[in-house]
Nanobody
Framework: QVQPVESGGGLVQAGGSLRLSCAAS????????LGWFRQAPGKEREFVAAIRWISLSTYYADSVKGRFTISRDSAKNTVYLQMNSLKPEDTAVYYC?????????????????WGQGTQVTVSS
């Protein structure tokens, strides 16, 4: 079992950048699909981006394409979400999750292991 632990959230101005980190606790992320999700107040949790640890295949939600980049560092056993050109609508609690599925997944139900979340607030 792997336990994702997020960090890097904070307050930024619109147009700014922020990088979130998701480190593995308990074991490595190798063999997992890692996904980033976010949930704003009053809204459902939504998919942001995902990456297959071994193949580096990635998938992005349309709302963040061209602005966000998901990547991983095997030496640090960490997955990152680089967020550029941030908008107020990006404000949410961001969660990192791990899936044992062989393919990229955008459905939250496909992920068995979840972090506690990190708050990202984008001011106008």
């Amino acid at each position: 079992q792997v336990q994702p632990v997020e960090s890097g959230g904070g307050l930024v101005q619109a147009g700014g950048s922020l990088r979130l980190s998701c480190a593995a606790s308990g074991r490595t992320f190798s063999g997992y699909c890692l996904g980033w999700f976010r949930q704003a107040p009053g809204k459902e949790r939504e998919f942001v981006a995902a990456i297959r640890w071994i193949s580096l295949s990635t998938y992005y939600a349309d709302s963040v394409k061209g602005r966000f980049t998901i990547s991983r560092d095997s030496a640090k056993n960490t997955v990152y979400l680089q967020m550029n050109s941030l908008k107020p609508e990006d404000t949410a609690v961001y969660y990192c999750a791990a899936s044992l599925g062989a393919t990229l997944a955008s459905e939250s139900g496909s992920y068995a292991y979840w972090g506690q979340g990190t708050q990202v607030t984008v001011s106008s």
